[in-house]
């Protein structure tokens, strides 16, 4: 069976046996589900089993911290090979063979169905776009009056507690991703943030695009301070924030530009907050004046 779904303006194909339960991990791709018209960013298949790849050459490894996913990287046979797990000391759960362009792939689960597919459709999405003025980001959105506004930081720092804070004290706000939004340069030139079926632990998958309003990049602090960031401060906001390959120079490239173009566009903040209701209505009268 194959089912093609749209994210952010990107059409991508997952191909599986029509029994397979892995289709029951596909939940929140729904939202995203669309008739097949072609023109797919890429294709990905599950395959029942690996090639021999003991020739493999390691390229690098990828892992933010012990109990955050890890993925290796090895170049074989003209092709990138990827092995995941969900964490530094887990063994491999999946394998991701897929051709340098990042149209065409294969993929095997060992086990951890969930983690394994996201995991492959993301890596999947996150590179094929890198270079079409999208990057996906490690981000909190919420919606105000027509415009998103996304909270960025580093794992732990109150993404989701800040977005929560809006919800509960500012009339009119709604979720639109908990943890990973697209965020699309249209032809136009204006900047738009897309929900996606990743939202981390927060079930919240809608298929819903809204202009961007603001960027803040948060920290955990003893009062509540915010301020604009320069187009350079800003740009290092995103670098670190976004997903994608920075190795390859033409990806690295892709992002650079977009990531340029972003900043350049839509104001960008650093608020030092405490998880309280005065952050968040010092965050949306600053950020809204």
Request: hydrophobic share 40%; glycine share 6%; proline share 4%.
């Amino acid at each position: 069976m194959k089912r093609v779904y749209k994210v952010a303006g990107h059409n991508f194909a997952v191909v599986m046996p029509d029994d397979d339960r892995a289709w029951e991990a596909m939940q929140s791709y729904e939202p995203f589900l669309i008739e097949d018209s072609g023109n797919c960013v890429f294709t990905v298949e599950l395959i029942e089993a690996m090639p021999d790849t003991t020739d493999k050459q390691k390229v690098t490894t990828n892992c933010e911290g012990p109990e955050f996913p890890r993925f290796d990287l090895y170049d074989w046979e003209g092709q990138w090979l990827f092995e995941g797990a969900p964490s530094f000391e887990a063994p491999v759960r999946f394998y991701l063979i897929v051709d340098k362009a990042f149209t065409k792939a294969k993929f095997r689960i060992l086990g951890s169905t969930r983690f394994s597919l996201n995991s492959v459709i993301m890596l999947l999405y996150a590179f094929a776009t890198e270079r079409k003025n999208t990057l996906m980001m490690h981000s909190s959105v919420v919606v105000k009056d027509g415009k998103g506004y996304l909270f960025l930081g580093k794992s732990g720092t109150g993404k989701s507690t800040h977005t929560q804070l809006w919800i509960n004290n500012l009339e009119g706000c709604e979720l639109l991703n908990d943890d990973n939004p697209v965020i699309r340069i249209e032809e136009d030139g204006k900047i738009r943030v897309y929900g996606s079926p990743w939202s981390g632990k927060t079930p919240c998958y809608r298929n819903l695009d809204y202009p961007v309003g603001a960027i803040v990049d948060l920290h955990q602090a003893k009062e509540n301070k915010i301020r604009r960031l320069s187009v350079a401060e800003a740009y290092a906001m995103m670098y670190v924030s976004s997903s994608g390959i920075r190795f390859l120079k033409d990806l690295a490239d892709g992002m650079h530009v977009t990531t340029e173009k972003i900043v350049c566009t839509v104001p960008c903040y650093s608020l030092d907050c405490l998880p309280n209701a005065e952050a968040a209505f010092l965050c949306y009268k600053t950020v809204t004046q």
